[in-house]
């Protein structure tokens, strides 16, 4: 299934895409403004998602085409993404941050690995020299310190493990069928993660010291991190090949690290702003690319 008319075909999608990276870069932002314990920010961003999706597509066809529309593949697709949100976390608290955020951002590209597998997709030269220029930047960027001390390893397995989540996240949203509306995998997804999430978040909870200084931000993460970002992700990937969407989601480290510059005086070095410069440019230019090819298929 394509959106309809060409325009729509060939840059929405890399359009939500772009978008969706943006908001799932700030979410470090969100997180340092809340001081519950990362099992229940997991939670309450999936779990407030989906509350906003229910509000914003609340109407009585469209909940009809829920229950007609169930697939096994937008369930396990939330399943895979609590557990990447949850293993993430717990690879933060064991390990240093550029060695988690470098190993989970393996994800999109063993995603392009699973693709060419499961999903036979093919890549020519440019595509595959464009993936890895981003990841290339991706690792400019953020920077390694993998030391062999014990907890670091353990650290590094958990990130490792959501890697291959985020990994699997990607693919399943690729294998569900076509009939299946982004609004319907986005509300099957929030509320599998959410529900998966429940018991990590009632354990959790017990550190809670102040609620009420956090729930704007709470809220304000559940809109922007669980319903508007997860929903323009879950659109690009149904449409856009994986080493597509794989290419743009780097953008993402690229605008975590902005952030930290601009709001909370992180250093950036020259290494950084030329990881930053690759990835920018990979991604511009893969859309440059893929719409040139969308756009000769549709004429």
Known sequence: MQPAGPLHRCFSPYLAAVAAACLMGLLGVFV????????????????????FLICAS???????????????????????????????????????LANAAFLLYLGPLVAVIMSSFLLGERMNWINRLLVLSAFSGSALL???????????????IYAAVSSILYALFIVMNRMAPAKISPTTRSFYQLLS?????????????????????????????????????????????????????????????VVAAAAGALL???????????????????????????????????N
């Open 142 to 156: 953020i920077g390694l310190d993998l030391t062999s001390s014990k907890p670091v390893s353990l650290g590094n």
């Open 264 to 298: 909370y005086d992180e250093d950036m070095t020259l290494r950084q702003f030329l990881g930053g410069f690759m990835i920018v440019s990979s991604g511009i230019a893969q859309i440059l690319f893929s719409t040139r090819s969308d756009m000769k298929v549709g």
């Open 58 to 96: 609340f109407r009585r066809a469209h909940f009809r085409e829920l229950t007609h529309h169930l697939s096994i593949y937008p369930v396990l697709s939330g399943v895979f993404l609590a557990f990447c949100a949850l293993f993430y976390v717990k690879a933060i608290k064991l390990t240093s």
């Open 193 to 253: 993660a959410a529900l998966v999430l429940v018991p990590f978040a009632y354990i959790g909870s017990g550190g809670v010291t102040r609620f009420y200084a956090d729930v704007y931000w709470l809220v304000a993460m559940g809109f922007f991190q669980g319903f508007l970002s997860v929903t323009l992700m879950i659109f690009s990937i149904e449409y856009l090949k994986v080493f597509q969407f794989s290419t743009i989601v780097y953008l993402e480290p």
């Open 32 to 51: 340092r403004n809340i001081s519950f314990c990362g099992e229940v920010i997991a939670f309450a961003r999936f779990a407030l998602g989906f509350l």
